[in-house]
């Protein structure tokens, strides 16, 4: 997601600061900024698109200074445009912010601020903090008395480095759910989001923990609490090497996406569950929420991974929120004719935002009177701009071409759908308070699924040997079963099929013998019966089989000759917990075949041609 870095120290501050924001730029941006401290007044350079073009706006202006901030950009809040890049100030350009996380309570706080007389230049969430810092030192005349009480006001996530212009020779950095490292140098002082900027400067870093303030200078910092306890915590070195550090220590983007699956379900449902009464907040859907009310069809576009979403977004919208669903390869839908009319709703399904075959389906159908509804990851990308209305995922930049993060975070997306328009149907109250407490159970869940992983590596040297295998799932894994297979064919070329299992008899069972084993997803759940049915028909025809059962299942273990569990959940959630393991199966096996997972051949992260 967004990255931050701040230096504060003898040496101009502008170059560090500007190498720093390059080695952030794996983490994927669209805008960067700078503010730089100039001893006189802070003096700033911001730019959308890539770091060489905030170096370009940055050619030429004497900022001096030894102490300043940068930021990259990934939009959450506004599309990325230079108005909405950060450093954010204030009215008095006293204050600037470097953000990253979500301030949940920013309409509110941005009522406040105009009541009192503030105006705002950005579409951000993150603007109301430079305010906040900006009314509280009026009142109380310290820096670091105005940062505490405005961080006690923000409700949220935040990782945040702020400069003052009266304070040349200090950042104050906060962290609550998003990371920050100071790192420690001599006579000089860092901030970061992560350890990447630092390595050229230093090795010894500190953390700072939620809910933790640090004051940095160049020769000293202190750490408080925000209630202005100090904290006592000793340094600590780092070791990993540099190429590391891009990929937070990860070997491969596409692990550290796999891995960031809980903190991703997290950011999907941030301020979206209103548990108490059942209801899901989708504010993106408010202006037109008469309008869906009286929706009495749903087709939805989308393709790759994406599309396996939708499947199960099928599943579900049709059994809690009972509305009919047609789930279309984007690819298909422009040469039907389909019917469409105002009750339809249309929904598009991208990460990128930017598939040509998806973009085009919407256009067609927007042509034919429909109402169209974007799930898209990437703010401002030019299908969520068309569509007209959305939710986005915030599931963070995702780099690896293969789709992981994101999958999973459409797919908890379309629960709060279905929870959504089941509640302006018949879906009840205690129903819908049940998916949304589900659904917040699932980041521990995916963490335990990841205790598997030495267990899945192994598997992967078993069947890395084989050329082909077959997927098997049903009902809402009957998506998964594509998806998975998905997975080890992009990133390992290995022929992985995708089958309903209960497609399996009429014909795919022909393939099977001992060279061609199934990877059955097989829950308990109410298809549990036929799935292990199935698995018996291919275990008869000497078929291995690797089984995804559900934690304490111990008939589909007895029949598996491998096995991999997953914690349960409601039906309608388990596709979201059975992907995690198939995610990592697929890496695994690519790393077997000593091929690269986040650039397999051919492929491309987003596709913009049809
Ligand atoms: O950006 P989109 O979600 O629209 O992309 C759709 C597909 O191109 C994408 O999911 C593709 O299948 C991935 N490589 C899957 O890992």
Request: with cysteine; proline share 3%; net charge neutral.
């Amino acid at each position: 997601m967004c990255g931050i870095i701040g230096y504060v120290g003898k040496r101009e501050a502008l170059p560090i600061v500007l190498d720093g924001l390059h080695r952030l730029e794996y983490r994927g941006y669209d805008s960067a900024g700078v503010a730089i401290h100039s001893g006189k007044g802070i003096k700033t350079a911001r730019a959308v698109g890539k770091v060489a073009m905030l170096v370009e706006a940055c050619d030429g202006k004497n900022f001096g200074g030894t102490a300043g901030l940068g930021h990259t950009r990934w939009a959450t809040h506004g599309k990325p445009a230079e108005k909405n890049t950060h450093p954010h100030t204030d009215c008095t350009k006293s204050f600037y912010i470097a953000h990253n996380g979500i301030i949940e309570n920013h309409d509110e706080l941005r009522d406040e601020l105009r009541a009192k007389g503030h105006t705002f230049k950005s579409e951000t969430d993150s603007e109301v903090i430079a305010h906040l810092l900006e009314e509280e030192y009026r009142i109380f005349g310290s820096f670091e008395q105005a940062a505490q009480l405005t961080l006690q006001k923000i409700r949220g996530t935040y990782g945040l480095a702020m400069v003052s212009s009266y304070e040349p020779k200090k950042i104050i950095a906060a962290r609550m759910g998003a990371p920050i490292v100071l790192g420690l140098g001599e006579n000089e002082n860092f901030v970061a989001s992560d350890a990447s900027p630092l390595l050229s400067h230093t090795r010894t870093v500190l953390y700072l923990q939620d809910g933790e303030m640090a004051v940095v200078m160049p020769d000293s910092y202190f750490v408080t609490t925000l209630d202005n306890k100090v904290v006592e915590r000793g340094s600590e070195t780092i070791e990993w090497d540099a190429d590391k550090m891009q990929k937070g220590g990860y070997a491969h983007f596409t692990l550290k996406e796999i891995k960031e699956g809980p903190e991703v379900i997290e950011n999907t449902l941030r301020g979206r569950l209103i548990t108490e009464n059942g209801l899901a907040k989708l504010g993106g859907l408010q202006s037109i929420e008469a309008k869906i009310r009286a929706v009495k069809r749903i087709i939805i576009v989308a393709c790759g991974t994406a599309l396996h979403a939708a499947r199960v977004g099928e599943y579900m919208l049709e059994e809690y929120a009972g509305i009919p669903v047609e789930v279309e390869f984007s690819s298909e839908f422009r040469y039907r004719k389909p019917m469409i009319d105002v009750e339809t709703l249309v929904i598009a399904i991208s990460q990128s935002g930017e598939t040509a075959d998806t973009l085009e389906a919407i256009r067609e159908a927007k042509r034919k009177g429909a109402t169209t509804l974007g799930i898209v990851n990437v703010v401002g990308s030019t299908i969520a701009r068309e569509t007209d209305v959305g939710i986005y995922n915030h599931a963070g930049p995702e780099i690896s071409v293969l789709s992981t993060k994101a999958y999973i975070s459409q797919l908890a997306v379309l629960a709060l759908l279905t929870v959504f328009l089941g509640r302006q149907r018949q879906l009840s109250l205690s129903m819908g308070k049940r998916i949304l407490e589900e659904l917040e159970t699932l980041p521990p869940k995916i963490e335990k699924i990841f205790e598997q992983e030495q267990k899945i590596r192994k598997l992967a040297k078993r069947y890395a040997k084989y050329r082909h295998m077959l997927y098997l799932g049903r009902k809402y894994n009957f998506a998964t079963a594509y998806e998975g297979a998905l997975k080890v064919k992009e990133a390992s070329y290995i022929h992985a099929e995708g089958c309903g299992a209960g497609e399996m008899k009429h014909g795919f069972i022909a393939m099977i013998d001992k060279a061609f084993p199934t990877v059955a997803i097989a829950p308990s759940d109410s298809v549990y019966d036929k799935m292990l049915s199935n698995i018996q028909e291919i275990k008869a025809r000497g078929g291995r089989v690797l089984v995804i059962a559900s934690e304490g299942d111990t008939r589909a273990i007895k029949l598996a000759d491998d096995t991999l569990t997953i914690p349960k959940t409601l039906e309608m959630l388990s596709p979201i917990l059975a992907i995690v393991p198939l995610q990592l199966f697929a890496y695994y096996l690519t790393l077997e075949r000593k091929l690269d997972p986040d650039r397999p051949r051919n492929l491309a992260k987003s596709v913009t041609v049809e």
